[in-house]
Structures are given as C-alpha cells and as structure tokens.
C-alpha cells in the first residue's frame, strides 16, 4: 500500500499562525525567532511544526550547549492527517539539520496539564530526559501565560495585580531530547530515563475526540499561495 503524499517544506508566518490558531490547543504562535515547516497532503495545506528558541533562555545550557546551539519544538499543529506525527516531525528534523548545521539539540516538552505524555517522541526514538520544574504562571483575564511570555507581551506583570492577574503554580512536563549528531547523541543518552506511560484519562480524552475531515474551506486561498511559495 504506497504511502500518502506528502510535502514537508518552508511555509510563511501567516500560514503558521493560521495552523497553530485552528490546530492546536495554544491558540497562540509563540513570540520570537521561529523556523517555521508547512505540512501538505496530497498539495492540500494541513499544519505546521515550528521550532524556536522557547520561554527558556538557557535550553542548552545544562547539556553544556550554548543558546546558538539548541532549540525548542515549540508546535505541532495539525489538521487531520494520514501520515503519522512522527514521520512529519522527523522529516522536519532533516530540514532543520541540514539548513541549520550549528544546532546539536532539539528538546521538547509534553504537557502533563494537557494529559501527554509524549507518544508522538516516543515513537520517534527521543531520548526522555524526565520531568522539568513547576514554574509560576500567570492567569489574566481567564488566559494562563508562561512568566517569560507574559512579561515580553505586558510588561512586568506586577502592574496588573490589582488588575485581577493571579500567580498560579504551573504544571510540570515531561522533557524529550533529539541529538543531532553523534557526539552529541552519546552525551545525551547518558541523561536517558524510562519512557513515561500514557495516562488513564489521557487515554479517555483521546478516545472521545471526534475526527474532524480535511483542510477547513478558509484555507483554500491561503492553501494555493503556500503550495506555490513554498519557501516564502
């Protein structure tokens, strides 16, 4: 049985926005300097995988990496699709590698608050590395924001308490790790843990998500442009 069609290739910032804002649960493309990757099947436009420097500054610094030489997988957003996750992102992995040569590390996090725990990493052979701290978070106006993102789009938040903005305590995640190179994957695999089991209620969740067919009708526009500027 041949495998579906796929296109894994550049795509502009309006069609990440787009993905990320009908795809994912976020709503919200992360702030910063993003390397964005458009998702096609069968030349219909379907998602996105966006890597960027992340709300951590020094990512890479406790794998003795500098800021230049790692990146976070800050977005997998997806319409429905036939090929697996896994296979996206590991081609997105190829692209990355071979456009960006200086970077050794791509790390990850799967939020527990979400309910995963990372199969998507797991079935593409990433090194789990635990969970991270929980960190507070800020929820304003009924929207929860990490410090650091929050801070960049407001300000310091201390303004806004009496605004109604509250400190809440952030959930822990799990952290995955892909080596890009040799020398980097044998230091890596020294800091391997056991891979963590889908939860119960994650499993539930995933059972009563209803499928939801093809490329939404409002993207047939912006789906033609990205197919034919695909390097935008």
């Given at each position: 049985m041949n495998k579906p069609d796929l296109k894994v290739d550049w795509c502009s910032y309006e069609a990440a926005k787009y993905a990320?804002?009908?795809?994912?649960?976020?709503?919200?493309?992360p702030v910063g300097k993003l390397v964005k990757v458009g998702v096609w099947e069968k030349d219909v436009f379907i998602g996105v995988v966006i890597f960027g420097r992340g709300a951590n500054k020094s990512l890479g610094s406790q794998f003795g990496l500098s800021q230049t030489q790692s990146c976070e997988l800050v977005r997998v957003a997806l319409d429905s699709h036939s090929n697996t996750v896994s296979r996206i992102?590991?081609?997105?992995?190829?692209l990355?590698?071979?456009?960006?040569?200086?970077?050794?590390?791509?790390?990850?996090?799967?939020?527990?608050?979400?309910?995963?725990?990372?199969?998507?990493?797991?079935?593409?052979?990433?090194?789990?590395?635990?969970?991270?701290n929980a960190a507070d978070e800020y929820l304003y106006k009924g929207k929860r924001w990490h410090g650091r993102a929050f801070r960049k789009s407001h300000g310091s938040h201390l303004k806004y308490m009496d605004k109604g903005l509250k400190i809440v305590k952030g959930s822990t995640?799990?952290?995955?790790?892909?080596?890009?190179?040799?020398?980097?994957?044998?230091?890596?695999?020294?800091l391997s843990q056991p891979?963590?089991?889908?939860?119960?209620?994650?499993?539930?969740?995933?059972?009563?998500?209803?499928?939801?067919?093809?490329g939404a009708s409002p993207t047939s526009t912006l789906q033609t442009k990205e197919i034919q500027n695909a390097r935008a």
């Open positions: 990320v804002e009908h795809w994912h649960y976020s709503k919200c493309l992102i590991k081609i997105s992995l190829i990355v590698k071979k456009f960006y040569p200086k970077i050794k590390l791509i790390v990850s996090f799967a939020d527990k608050e979400q309910n995963h725990h990372g199969g998507i990493y797991q079935a593409g052979n990433w090194i789990y590395n635990g969970e991270t995640k799990h952290r995955y790790l892909m080596p890009l190179d040799k020398q980097t994957k044998k230091e890596i695999m020294q891979y963590p089991k889908r939860t119960m209620r994650g499993l539930i969740e995933e059972q009563q998500i209803p499928s939801v067919d093809g």
